[in-house]
C-alpha cells in the first residue's frame, strides 16, 4: 500500500498570501496524483488531478506540481473562502486508492 | 448538473447489517467506475470500495473485505454497499463518488449519509 504523508498538518496564512501545501508518496506515483478541499459540512471537492491540472470550475489560483513522490499545492492569494482542510490522494497502482491524513489551513 | 444522493444510514448495534444507496443523475451512470469512501467523525477520508462501470470487477479496502459488498444496478443509476458484520470502527459518514473516464479521480461526491455502530 502508498502511504501519502501531507505537511504541516495545520498551516496558518493571512488572507491574500500565498499557502505551499505538500505531499509526499512512499513510492512514485508518477503524476497519478490529485487534491480536494473538503470546508466543515461538505463533501470534498476535487480541486487538481494528474498532479497539475485543474478540474472543471476551479480558479486560477490553485496550482499543482510534483512528479514521482514529491507533490505541492499552491494557492497563489488566498481569499476568505480558501480556508479549509486539504487532502492529496494517489490513484497510481490500485486499489487501493490512499488519501493522506490532511492539512487543515486556517486563518493567521 | 451531476448529483449522488446518498441514503440509509443509521444507528446499529456492533455485528449488525445494513444497506447503502447511492442515487445517481445527470451523467451516463453506465460508462463510470463508482466508489465508495468514509470519514469517521473528526477525521480523514478512506476509500472503501470500488465498482467498475459494468459491475464486472469490485476492490476493497482491507478494512472492509469479507464484510462490506458492492453493487450497481445500471438500469436504476444507483450504487449500492451492503454492510455486514459491522464493527464501532466503521462508524464514519459514507459518501458515494464517481470516477474519472480512468476510474479515479473522483470529479464529484454525494453529501453523505451517517452510519453509527454502538451498542
Known amino acids: 500500500e502508498i502511504v501519502m504523508t501531507q505537511s504541516p498538518a495545520t498551516l496558518s496564512v493571512s488572507p491574500g498570501e500565498r499557502a505551499t501545501l505538500s505531499c509526499r508518496a512512499s513510492q512514485s506515483v508518477y503524476s497519478n496524483l490529485a487534491w480536494y478541499q473538503q470546508k466543515p459540512g461538505q463533501a470534498p471537492r476535487l480541486l487538481i488531478y494528474g498532479a497539475s491540472t485543474r478540474a472543471t470550475g476551479i480558479p486560477a489560483r490553485f496550482s499543482g506540481s510534483g512528479s514521482g513522490t514529491e507533490f505541492t499545492l499552491t494557492i497563489s492569494s488566498l481569499q476568505s473562502e480558501d480556508f479549509a482542510v486539504y487532502y492529496c490522494q494517489h490513484y497510481n497502482h490500485w486499489p487501493p486508492i490512499t488519501f493522506g491524513q490532511g492539512t487543515r489551513l486556517e486563518i493567521k | 448538473e451531476v448529483q449522488l444522493v446518498e441514503s440509509g444510514g443509521v444507528v446499529v448495534q456492533p455485528g449488525g447489517s445494513l444497506r447503502l444507496s447511492c442515487a445517481a443523475s445527470?451523467?451516463?451512470?453506465?460508462?463510470?467506475?463508482m466508489h465508495w469512501v468514509r470519514q469517521p467523525p473528526g477525521k480523514g477520508l478512506e476509500w472503501v470500495s470500488l465498482i467498475t462501470w459494468d459491475g464486472g470487477s469490485t476492490y476493497y479496502a482491507d478494512s472492509v473485505k469479507g464484510r462490506f459488498t458492492i453493487s450497481r444496478d445500471n438500469s436504476k443509476n444507483s450504487l449500492y454497499l451492503q454492510l455486514n458484520s459491522l464493527r464501532t470502527e466503521d462508524t464514519a459518514l459514507y459518501y458515494c463518488?464517481?470516477?474519472?473516464?480512468?476510474?479515479?479521480?473522483?470529479?464529484?461526491w454525494g453529501q453523505g449519509t451517517l452510519v453509527t455502530v454502538s451498542s
Open positions: 463518488a464517481k470516477g474519472m473516464v480512468r476510474g479515479a479521480p473522483f470529479d464529484f
Open positions: 445527470g451523467f451516463t451512470f453506465n460508462d463510470f467506475s
